[in-house]
């Protein structure tokens, strides 16, 4: 089994920062890319930023320049800091991460999402 918990969200006032992080465990052999999305209420999941096992970056446009997003492998992390919040980046915000468990099969996980607010 494989579960990825994000921590990290909350009640933030615009122009504030926050930082996410998502840790996997369980029977993991190897996590290749890891990315962070947010789902807004009445929107589409969107991709915020992948990280790839290289540590290769994007960004949404919406996000560039405020939000970084980083890994830290040896804990099995990855993390999301946002600066410069505006009213607009509020929702839920989930990891993803493609891994390859101890059996040597690769699945795509997600977190349970961790909610983040941004006050006017």
């Known amino acids: 089994q494989v579960q990825l918990v994000e921590s990290g969200g909350g009640l933030v006032q615009a122009g504030g920062s926050l930082r996410l992080s998502c840790a996997a465990s369980?029977?993991?052999?190897?996590?290749?890319?890891m990315d962070w999305y947010r789902q807004a209420p009445g929107k589409q999941r969107e991709l915020v930023a992948p990280?790839?096992?290289?540590?290769?970056?994007n960004y949404a446009d919406s996000v560039k320049g405020r939000f970084i997003i980083s890994r830290d492998n040896a804990k099995n992390t990855v993390y999301l800091q946002m600066n410069s919040l505006k009213p607009e980046d509020t929702a839920v915000y989930y990891c993803?991460?493609?891994?390859?468990?101890?059996?040597?099969?690769?699945?795509?996980?997600w977190g349970q999402g961790t909610q983040v607010t941004v006050s006017s």
């Open positions: 990280i790839t096992s290289g540590d290769s970056t």
């Open positions: 369980g029977n993991i052999l190897s996590i290749n890319a």
């Open positions: 993803n991460a493609r891994i390859t468990t101890s059996t040597f099969r690769t699945f795509n996980y």
